[in-house]
Every structure is written in C-alpha cells, then in structure tokens.
C-alpha cells in the first residue's frame, strides 16, 4: 500500500514540469504539418492548401542545400576534431603540472569563457578582427596588409572553428580531467619500475588510460554532427560570407523568419531534426555498446 | 602548493607551467582588451592605439551609458527573466530528477516519463511551429515568452538525476524506515545531499537565460521588452552585418567604446557570480555525467 501512495506522490511531482514538456515539446510536433502544405498564417494549418512532398522536393533542387550541407559538415567536423584534440592535450598539460596551486589558477580562468555568450564573444571578435582591431594591428605588422577575417570565405570558417576552441576547450577538458584522476597510481608505479621515462609514462599510461572515453565522447559527438553551432554563426555571419558560412540551423532562419517561407523552412528544419534523431539513435547506441555509457 | 621534496622541480616542469600559463593567458586577452577599449578615449580606440592597457583613461563611455534608457530597459528584463526562469527552472528540475532517479522497482511509470523526455530532447518540431505554438498561447511580448518555453532544462535534470541515482542507498533505507514519505525525503534527505549538483545546475540555468538572446530576437516586438543579450546584438553585430563597406566603419569608430563599455557591463554579473560556484561545478558535472 505504501509504494502505490509513493507512485501517486512521484507522479504529483513530475505533474508540473511533464505539463511544459507536453505544451512546448510534443504539441509543435503537430506543427510539422506545415512543411506538407503552401503554408499561410491566417488561414492556419486547418484552412492551407497540401501540396504533398513538394517542399521536400523542391528542398532537394535548391541550388542552395548542398552548400549549406556541405557546410554545416565541414564546419562541424572540423569543430569536433578539434574539440577533442584540444581539451585532451589541455588536460595532459595540467595533469603533468607539478605546481598544484596554479593548476586550480588555471582551470577557473580557463572555463571562464565557456560561461560567456555569443553575442558578447562575437562583439568582441568583431571589434579585435576588424580593420582597426588589435589582431590585424598584428597582422598589419607581420604582413604588411590587413585582414577582412569576417568578411572572407576563406577565413570565416577558420575564425568560427577556432573561436568555437577558444570559448569551449578548458569546459571540454573537464571530463578529460576526470577520467585522468581516475586512472590508477599503481600503474605508474609499474611503468617507473620498468624504467619508463615521463613521456613513455603519458604514451603508454595515460593515453591508454583516457581513450575509453575519448571514444566515448567522440561517438556522443556525432549525433551532434548537424548542429554546427547557430548562435555563434548567426552572430560572426554576413551576407558576404553565406557561401562558407551559412549552415542548417541559419538558413531555416532565414527563409522561414525572414522570408516568410514557412513549409520550406519546416521541411528543412523537420529532415534535419530526423536525420539528427536517427544520428544520435546511432551514436548512443555504439556508447551503450563498446563504452558501456548510459545517460540514465 | 609546492611538490613534495623528494620531488625535484626539473626543466619541463617549469616548460609546462610557461606554456600552461600561455594558454590560460589567451583565454583571458580578450576580455582584457575589451574593458581597455571601454576604458579609452575616443580618437585612441578609432586609431586603434588601444591594446591590452587603455589609452587616455577616461570614464566616459560609462557614463554615456548611463543616459541610455533603453540598456537600463533590456538590463531590467534580463534581471527578471533570471530571477523568474532560473526559480522554475530551480524547483522543476529537482522536482523531475527526485522521481526519475527512482529504481523502476519502486516506480513502475518512471521509463514512460524518460521516454517522453528524452525524446522530445533530441527530436522537435523546429522553429516555425515552436513560434507558432508560443504565438498562439499569446505569450508574445510577455516575460513569460522567455521564461516558460524552458521551464524545464532536460539537461540539468539528467545531470541532477544521476547525482541522485549515486547517492548511498542506505541513507534512503533508514529514512523511509523512520517513516518519511517521498516529500520529506526529497526535502530532508535528497536536496541537503545533492547541495553540490543544485548549485551547478543552478548555475547552468542562470547563465543560459542571462545569456540567451534568440527568443529575445523572435519573440519580443516591443524595443522595451528585449533581454540584455538581444540589445547588445543588435547593437553590435547587426551594425557590422551591414558594414560590407569600409567607408560604413567610419559611422561605428565613435561607437566603438561605448559598445564595449556595454559589452563589459553585460558580462560582469557572470563574471561576478561565477567564480563562486565554479568550486561546485566540476564535481557536478563529473558525478552527474559519467556513470560508472
């Protein structure tokens, strides 16, 4: 009698928040709707016309879809590459670090920027990589000739990859510090006794000792592969970079919010939104399988 | 503290603690360039003299400030929006977690529940209908536009959910042997245990309202509605945005302080509060995430 009483207060409890999940979760799924209909506001989804698959197809036959693909890939991929790279040998660094008081230095400075949005980092950058800003002061220096970074093709998909490495790395290298503390000392121990030196210890200790979980994070991470960051894009972006830099996320903006084209932004916006879920069906699956991971 | 004796400081140790220092320097450069310039005359940051120490100190882009009605506006809204949505987002996320970390033994319904959750985590309807959802309930130009649509951060209550699950059995054991039903243990036991976890996720919804500025952009109509972030956005980067010539920069160099000045103002409250809960977040995150 007594646990059917807790279930009653279990169920009390998740009540409330289960009623803005339902509200802002399930019902705009209804909204999808819209991307198989010539979508017109006041008329709603019960009075506008269905036209079928053709968003989709015509989705498919803009010139534009395989450059925004080819984008959000290229840009993500390379982000995920390096927001391993980076955070695991930022967390070696501070695990070989003997001077323990500037570790603690160290780590609260670096998580900082991950605390700060896109809008101030991106005012920032605008200002530090514009013709008068201090990095091109720099460049101006070394090379004689300023940079338009945020206004050229080629360099804006570097700036957005780096600047992604710059805000993230220190809080990406949390879970990399973690899985350092938990290696086991008596190994060390061992590999001191067999004469291993400081970088035999990292090559043939710690590495090994970390990779579980850079599989880990690397295959939760391709689950994410379609979401290539849109606060940073939308807030760096100009119209004279949409050719290197406009991804998914950005683009749906644009013609749904912008250009009124609601069933195409709908259609775009809900096969990106399959495509992810399967992706991190995937990738979820493959951690439960060889990381043994469990998110609950 | 130093390294014990028997442990001699060597060249790479001092290599590593110049390189580290480097790296956490860069971390730290923009943001000192950036209250320089707030902190520097006019003519100095258009010629762009300003690098890591102001040029001409002066205060003036922060009293400037000051007569700008419309930042106090978005500053107020902001402050709101904090203290509405980050109270619901305190007292729904620990209300999902306690049930949800539930062993299914002892509540049957719990997998349903993380089911919806988790799927309307990774799958959604998109932008369009999401506007047209928040349009429709009339929550256009309210505080609640901002505050409602995450009243529950699933993150954070998977994150709260897992510290929960870890917690020593036992302690739950001898509790509802003492007669307590699940409201008290979650008060009594649950919440004073989990202190660390709340104050990170706590932390997390803080700073993701205080930073947000989408929802601000689409959602808000009125120019007196708009958060912090969504002004500073507009302020800064859609000027730039247009800037595809350089004769346009000319019109932004005398702005150009002021923005920063409003750029330092809007970051300070995380910069403020954030060293004091950083302590917390590690363990947070560390024994919330990955479950042995």
Request: hydrophobic share 55%.
């Amino acid at each position: 009698m007594g646990k059917k009483s807790n279930a009653l207060q279990y169920h009390l409890m998740l009540a409330p928040g289960m009623v803005f999940i339902i509200i802002f979760g399930i019902i705009p799924l209804f909204g999808i709707a819209i991307a198989f209909q010539d979508f017109i506001p006041v008329k709603g989804i019960t009075g506008s016309k269905w036209v079928g698959f053709d968003n989709f197809i015509y989705m498919f036959q803009l010139d534009d879809s395989k450059r925004i693909l080819f984008n959000t890939l290229y840009i993500s991929i390379l982000k995920m590459i390096m927001q391993v790279l980076v955070p695991v040998g930022t967390a070696l660094l501070l695990h070989e670090l003997v001077f323990n008081r500037s570790k603690r230095w160290f780590q609260t400075i670096i998580y900082l920027p991950h605390f700060l949005s896109w809008v101030i980092l991106a005012g920032i950058l605008t200002d530090m990589l514009s013709a008068q800003g201090i990095v091109n002061k720099i460049v101006k220096g070394l090379f004689g000739d300023t940079v338009f970074f945020l206004g050229s093709n080629f360099w804006f998909p570097i700036v957005v990859v780096l600047s992604d490495v710059w805000k993230e790395f220190g809080f990406n290298a949390i879970i990399f510090l973690a899985a350092l503390t938990a290696i086991n000392p008596s190994l060390y121990e061992a590999a001191e006794i067999d004469g291993a030196g400081r970088l035999r210890k990292i090559w043939s200790v710690t590495l090994p000792g970390i990779l579980p979980t850079i599989v880990l994070i690397t295959t939760l991470n391709i689950g994410q592969v379609l979401n290539a960051g849109f606060d940073q894009i939308y807030n760096l972006y100009n119209p004279l970079v949409y050719q290197s830099g406009d991804i998914i996320d950005t683009y749906v903006y644009r013609i749904g919010l912008v250009q009124y084209q609601f069933g195409l932004a709908t259609a775009v916006g809900s096969m990106k939104s399959l495509v992810g879920f399967v992706l991190i069906f995937i990738s979820y699956r493959l951690a439960a399988k060889y990381a043994n991971y469990r998110i609950f | 503290m130093l390294p014990s004796a028997k442990q001699r400081i060597k060249a790479p140790d001092i290599l590593l603690l110049l390189l580290m220092s480097f790296i956490t320097l860069l971390c730290l450069l923009p943001l000192v360039y950036i209250v320089s310039l707030s902190l520097s005359g006019k003519s100095a940051a258009a010629a762009g003299r300003v690098t890591l120490f102001p040029v001409d100190f002066t205060f003036y882009s922060y009293k400037y400030m000051l007569s700008d009605h419309r930042f106090f506006d978005s500053f107020a809204v902001s402050v709101k929006r904090v203290l509405i949505g980050g109270a619901i987002n305190f007292a729904l996320t620990i209300l999902m977690a306690f049930p949800l970390a539930k062993e299914r033994s002892e509540f049957k319904s719990r997998n349903f529940y993380i089911w919806i959750i988790v799927f309307t985590m990774m799958f959604n309807g998109g932008l369009i209908p999401w506007y047209m959802v928040i349009k429709n309930l009339h929550l256009i130009d309210t505080i609640w536009a901002l505050t409602l649509p995450t009243a529950v951060p699933i993150f954070n209550v998977i994150l709260l959910m897992n510290f929960f699950r870890n917690l020593p059995k036992e302690i739950s054991e001898a509790a509802t042997v003492d007669g307590a039903g699940p409201w008290r243990m979650l008060l009594r036991i649950s919440v004073p245990l989990a202190l660390p976890a709340i104050a990170t996720v706590t932390l997390f919804s803080v700073v993701n309202h205080w930073n947000a500025f989408f929802d601000g952009m689409i959602l808000m109509n009125k120019q007196s509605n708009i958060p912090l972030q969504t002004y500073i956005q507009q302020l800064v980067v859609q000027p730039v945005i247009s800037a595809t010539t350089r004769s346009e920069d000319l019109i932004n160099f005398s702005q150009r302080t002021f923005n920063a000045a409003k750029i330092v103002v809007t970051m300070l409250p995380i910069l403020v509060i954030y060293p004091f809960l950083q302590k917390y977040f590690v363990s947070g995150i560390t024994l919330g995430s990955v479950k042995e």
